[in-house]
T-cell receptor, first 118, second 112 residues
Framework: GAVVSQHPSWVICKSGTSVKIECRSL??????MFWYRQFPKQSLMLMAT?????????EQGVEKDKFLINHASLTLSTLTVTSAHPEDSSFYIC??????????????FGPGTRLTVL | DAKTTQPPSMDCAEGRAANLPCNHS???????VYWYRQIHSQGPQYIIH???NNETNEMASLIITEDRKSSTLILPHATLRDTAVYYC?????????????FGTGTRLTVIP
């Protein structure tokens, strides 16, 4: 149980295009999902917190108009990198908290999406 | 959330126990200790968590000192597939305090 998937697993795009990354909780309802970014040889950095049916909360320094987050259902959150540039190339990872397990606050992570912007 | 300190890297012989330490001297009474690991180019994987008592599951054991200022994650019989970066995180375990702040972790290398 507690499986989180991401799609695509990797993507290469041209500079200036937009890329959408999907994060799905496969066997539980995720009231809250999180988006992280990880540059090579660095740790994960939280970008934003996404709550189902409401606006995402972005961490300081993360442009909300560039990284659009939509959490339209309890099993799906999407991150759209708009007008991508080479400096946006990174490993994007989502996680989800199982809202149906009160008192259990583990986050379950997706496998990550590697974005390369040419 | 309290800050944690971990050694940057460790080696362990295959088949031996891997003991990964973590210092969290500023931990508060209602903060839990969580351990995650990240194998190269994959998302982090939850391992174990605890508050005061030692915990054990199918993956590992967590030993928390009586004063809760430090803990040790034990992989009883390390395999090559346990090579990963291990993150020790202390955080509140309650609704509304969900963020995970990853430090630099310990890069564990299991040697054949």
């Amino acid at each position: 149980g507690a499986v989180v998937s991401q799609h695509p697993s990797w993507v290469i795009c041209k500079s200036g295009t937009s890329v959408k990354i999907e994060c799905r909780s496969l066997d539980f309802q995720a009231t809250t999902m999180f988006w992280y970014r990880q540059f090579p040889k660095q740790s994960l950095m939280l970008m934003a917190t996404s709550n189902e049916g409401s606006k995402a909360t972005y961490e300081q320094g993360v442009e909300k108009d560039k990284f659009l987050i939509n959490h339209a259902s309890l099993t799906l959150s999407t991150l759209t990198v708009t007008s991508a540039h080479p400096e946006d190339s990174s490993f994007y990872i989502c996680s989800a908290r199982d809202g149906g397990r009160p008192g259990h606050n583990e986050q379950f992570f997706g496998p990550g999406t590697r974005l390369t912007v040419l | 959330d309290a800050k944690t300190t971990q050694p940057p890297s460790m080696d362990c012989a295959e088949g031996r126990a891997a003991n990964l330490p973590c210092n969290h001297s500023t931990i508060s009474g209602n903060e839990y200790v969580y351990w995650y690991r990240q194998i190269h180019s994959q998302g982090p994987q939850y391992i174990i968590h605890g508050l005061k008592n030692n915990e054990t599951n199918e993956m590992a054991s967590l030993i928390i000192t009586e004063d809760r200022k430090s803990s040790t994650l034990i992989l009883p019989h390390a395999t090559l597939r346990d090579t990963a970066v291990y993150y020790c995180i202390v955080r509140l375990s309650q609704t509304g305090a969900n963020n995970l702040f990853f430090g630099t972790g310990t890069r564990l290398t299991v040697i054949p």
